[in-house]
């Protein structure tokens, strides 16, 4: 630290309230850096795509506690990035605007560190794009700067007010030093596109992705999921109608059989529909148990026996076995 930097620091610590809170924080650092969720590379074109596509972005970015925007569940802020800047071997740094409730928390010590959750390049890791940072006391990447010293904001250090130059950025994007700002938020979001989001590793493992898997496949894998659970539920919808309508046909079939039979009368047809669809063995006990019934049924006037002249129907045959009489004799008699 030099004689300048020492200045700034006892100024800081000299401002109410802000002792404890910094102005300002480190949010990815230089290098090459390995961490239990991948590497990554932040050289200085890495960090020129970096603020290339803040710059781009209208709103500020947000840091949330424990990655809670991750979740999709309720998420508060903690804090609003404000700038972003490049300092180099400390990696990229930004200016934020804190929440009441975050600088209680900083005060006192119950936070003490940040994670970024950032975009990478496939072909080489470099960083291209900060998404948001979240407040933890276990951050993933090891080393870096935590929030222990305040510092003042961006625009009042040494080099403050400074701007790099677009020409720089507009060379890197690929386009000439003549083009719109427009083109140069198409042309950064256009490569955010190309890059791959440093997933939770827990969603990963879960949705069957390796390490580094891209925004696509954790999009298509999720559709296929979803695709086969409706799949399934329309499957097993068309299997308990099959089965509501084969146990309807079986009952049927019981209840014609126990009607021929004579051991229940049409009047009971419903109540016995009814009873073998829902209990099938059931049924098949009391048909089995029930006392025989006579059924006369209605003979309209001058209509003949079913079977010809002289034929005996199933109701006939039941009043003959009742009185004794053999076919023969009753086919003889029955003509007069």
């Known amino acids: ?31 090459h850096v390995d961490t239990p969720k991948g590497s990554f590379l932040l050289d200085a074109t890495a960090a020129e795509l970096v603020l290339a596509a803040h710059a781009a972005r209208q709103s500020d970015k947000v840091i949330d506690y424990e990655h809670q925007t991750l979740s999709g569940k309720e998420a508060p802020a903690a804090g ?38 950032f975009l990478k390049r496939i072909s080489d890791g470099r960083v291209v794009d900060l998404i948001n940072v979240a407040l933890t006391n276990q951050p993933n990447i090891d080393g870096m700067v935590p929030m222990v010293n305040c510092r003042l904001p961006i625009a009042d250090l040494r080099f403050s007010g400074e701007e790099k130059s677009m020409k720089k950025i507009l060379a ?21 596109s190309a890059t791959a989001l440093v997933a939770n590793k827990t969603v990963l493992e879960t949705l069957g992705l390796k390490e580094g898997a891209s925004e696509s496949e954790v999009t298509g894998t999720i559709l296929a999921m979803k695709q086969t ?7 097993a919808q068309k ?19 126990a009607m021929k039979d ?31 019934l006579i059924h006369t049924g209605d003979v309209s006037g001058g209509q003949k026996p079913a079977g010809g002249e002289g ?22 008699y029955s003509a007069a």
Not at 8 to 31: R, W, Y
Not at 245 to 257: F, Q
Request: aromatic share 8%; charged share 30%; hydrophobic share 40%.
């Open 172 to 192: 890197l994007l690929g386009l000439k030093d003549d083009e719109t700002e427009d083109q140069a938020v198409e042309a950064v979001n256009t490569l955010k």
């Open 1 to 31: 630290m030099n004689d300048a930097d020492s200045n700034l620091l006892v100024l800081c610590s000299s401002l109410p309230g802000t002792a404890d809170v910094p102005a300002e924080i480190q949010v990815i650092p230089a290098g």
């Open 80 to 117: 609003w990035i404000k700038k972003l800047v490049n300092r180099g071997a400390e990696g990229i740094w930004a200016a934020v605007e804190w929440t009441e409730r975050a600088k209680t928390y900083i005060t006192n010590k119950e936070y003490r560190y940040v994670s970024p959750v």
């Open 229 to 235: 659970h409706e799949q399934h539920g329309g499957l």
């Open 262 to 292: 004579g051991k229940i009368t049409p009047a009971q047809e419903p109540w016995a529909k009814e009873y073998a669809t829902r209990d099938p063995e059931g049924f098949k006990v009391f048909v089995a148990k029930a006392p025989v």
């Open 311 to 332: 034929g005996i129907d199933e109701t006939q045959q039941f009043i003959n076995k009742q009185l004794g009489l053999d076919t023969e004799t009753f086919k003889k």
């Open 239 to 257: 299997v308990e109608k099959l089965t509501k309508d084969l146990a309807a046909r079986d009952a049927s079939e019981l209840v014609a059989l």
